[in-house]
C-alpha cells in the first residue's frame, strides 16, 4: 500500500525463445531456493488460456491459508467497477471529484480518469507520520477524508503522476454514493458473485483475520509477526483478501470482455509516463506487454500481471520477503520462457561482518550538497549483523526495512535495492553514511 517508487517493471531486452519444456522443475528449483534462505514464503500460480499450467506453495509459517491480503491489487476490483458505473452512464471519466466532495483540495479541477490513473496529485494518506504506529485502529469515513486534506497535492491535476491510495479511496466513496450500496456489496454483485470467486472478499473487522494468512518481517535471524493494518484504513486501495486461483480468474475475465466492454479495457490499459494506466500497471517482459498491479499491506506482497498476446496469467502473493517480487517474477517467467536469470545472492561476507552494529543504530539526515535535508531515517538493531531502517517520525515507530551486511561498514537494502556506506572519523565513531540507489548517490549525516 505505500508509495510505489520502484514501479512494477519486468523490462528486458531481447527476443523470447521458446517455452521451457521443464519450466515446473526449474521454478520449483527457484522457489525452493529463495524460501530456504529465508527470502520468499508465500504463493504462486501461472494458467495459460484459463488453465493452470503451474501452482506452487511455498509458505514457511504454520496454520498457513491459501488466501492472503492482496494490497493494492485491490485496486483492480475498484477500476472495473467504476468502469462499469461508465457504461451505465452514472459517471464519466471527465466527471469532477468536486461534484461529491468539494472539500478536497483542488477538487474542481481534479477527473475520474486523473483518480484512475494517479494524475490528481492528491496527497496519499499512507504517507502519515503516524501511520505504522496506528495503523491497527478503527477509522472512520471522517478521520479518512482529514487524512486525505491533511498533506499539500503533489502537482496541479493533469500536470505530472503519483502514485496516492488516495484517489482510490475516493473512487471507492464514489461508488457507494452513486450506487447507495456500500464498497462491499458492489464488490460481491459485480464481480465475486459473477465469477464465483469463492475465496474473494472484503475485509472489514479483525474477527476476519483467522481466516487468512499472517505476514512476517524477517529481521536476519528469525521471522517476526507484523501487526495488521485495519481494513477501515485500506477501503477500496487495499483491503481485498483472495487467493492466486481467484486473482488469475479475474484477470482471464477482465481480458476477455466478462466485466468491462472493449472500450473500457482499452482505457483501463492506457498508460501515462509513469506506467500507470486507468486502474492496471504496465508489466513488460521482453518484447511482450503485460497489464496488472503490484500490492503492499503490512509485510505481505503481491504482484499480478496478464500478456493478453499469450493468455499467460502469473500471480505471486506474499505473507514474508526479503527479495522483491519483481525479482522473483522475472525469474519465473525467465524460466518458463528459458531466458538466462541468475539468482539472487545471499553470501555476506561474513570474516569480515562486525560483531556489533551498535555502532551503527541512530538518526540519519540525508542532504543534497550538505546542506538541504531531503529525508530522516532511522537505524536500528535486528537480528545477528543485520539492521532496520525507517522513516524517522519524531520518535515514533516506523515502518522497517531489513539491511543486510555485505561487509564491516556496508549494509544493503533489498527492498529499495539500495546501500549504505557507512562513514567514521579518526576515534572510530560512525559519522554518516553514503546511500547509493543505481548510479545516484546521497550523503547522509548522522545527528543522533
Not at 503533489?154 to 452513486?178: A, H, Q, R, T
Not at 526479503?322 to 517474477?329: E, H, P, S
Amino acid at each position: 500500500m505505500k508509495k510505489v517508487y520502484l514501479i512494477f517493471i519486468l523490462n528486458f531486452f531481447g527476443i523470447l525463445s521458446a517455452q521451457n519444456p521443464n519450466y515446473k522443475k526449474s521454478i520449483d528449483s527457484l522457489l525452493n531456493y529463495l524460501q530456504e534462505k529465508n527470502a520468499f514464503s508465500g504463493s504462486v500460480l501461472l494458467q495459460k488460456n484459463g488453465e493452470t499450467i503451474y501452482t506452487g506453495n511455498f509458505n514457511k509459517f504454520p496454520n498457513s491459508s491459501n488466501e492472503y491480503r492482496i494490497g493494492s491489487v485491490t485496486k483492480i476490483f475498484t477500476a472495473i467497477i467504476t468502469f462499469q458505473l461508465i457504461e451505465e452512464g452514472k459517471l464519466s471519466l471527465n466527471s469532477k471529484l468536486n461534484q461529491y466532495f468539494p472539500n478536497i483540495k483542488n477538487s474542481e479541477k481534479i477527473t475520474i480518469g486523473n483518480m484512475l490513473n494517479h494524475t490528481s496529485g492528491i496527497y496519499d494518506y499512507l504517507q502519515w507520520e503516524d501511520y505504522y504506529s496506528k495503523k491497527n485502529k478503527v477509522f472512520s469515513k471522517d478521520e479518512i477524508l482529514k487524512l486525505i486534506n491533511l498533506g499539500k497535492p503533489d502537482f496541479k491535476p493533469g500536470e505530472d503522476s503519483s502514485y496516492s491510495n488516495s484517489n482510490y479511496v475516493l473512487l471507492g466513496y464514489i461508488i457507494e454514493n452513486l450506487t447507495g450500496k456500500s464498497f462491499e456489496e458492489n464488490l460481491k454483485q459485480r464481480i465475486i458473485n459473477q465469477l464465483d470467486l469463492k475465496n474473494t472478499y472484503y475485509e472489514t473487522s479483525e474477527s476476519e483475520y483467522g481466516k487468512r494468512n499472517i505476514s512476517y518481517l524477517y529481521n536476519g535471524e528469525k521471522w517476526l509477526k507484523e501487526t495488521d493494518t485495519h481494513p477501515s484504513f485500506t477501503l477500496s486501495a487495499g483491503a481485498v483478501v483472495s487467493t492466486t486461483e481467484d486473482i488469475t480468474k479475474l484477470m482471464d475475465a477482465l481480458f476477455n470482455g466478462k466485466l468491462v466492454s472493449k472500450n473500457s479495457l482499452a482505457q483501463m490499459e492506457t498508460a501515462n509516463t509513469k506506467a500507470f494506466g486507468y486502474g492496471l500497471q504496465i508489466a513488460p517482459f521482453y518484447e511482450k506487454t503485460g497489464y496488472g498491479h503490484t500490492g503492499r499491506i503490512d509485510e505481505f506482497h503481491s504482484t499480478v500481471s496478464y500478456f493478453p498476446d499469450d493468455k499467460l496469467s502469473l500471480v505471486i502473493f506474499s505473507n514474508g520477503n526479503t527479495v522483491k517480487l519483481n525479482t522473483i517474477a522475472i525469474g519465473i517467467l525467465s524460466k518458463y520462457y528459458r531466458k538466462k536469470y541468475i539468482y539472487p545472492d545471499f553470501s555476506k561476507y561474513e570474516s569480515e561482518i562486525s560483531p556489533s552494529t551498535d555502532k551503527f543504530t541512530g538518526v540519519y539526515n540525508a542532504r543534497l550538497a550538505g546542506v538541504i535535508t531531503v529525508a530522516k531515517f532511522q537505524i536500528s538493531k535486528a537480528g545477528k549483523n543485520h539492521l532496520f531502517l525507517s522513516m524517522y517520525n519524531n520518535g515514533k515507530e516506523g515502518e522497517k526495512r531489513l539491511l543486510i551486511p555485505k561487509n564491516k561498514n556496508i549494509f544493503y537494502s533489498p527492498e529499495n535495492d539500495a546501500e549504505f556506506d557507512f562513514t567514521f572519523n579518526k576515534k572510530g565513531n560512525v559519522t554518516g553514511a553514503k546511500l547509493t540507489q543505481g548510479k545516484q548517490s546521497i550523503n547522509c549525516k548522522k545527528t543522533m
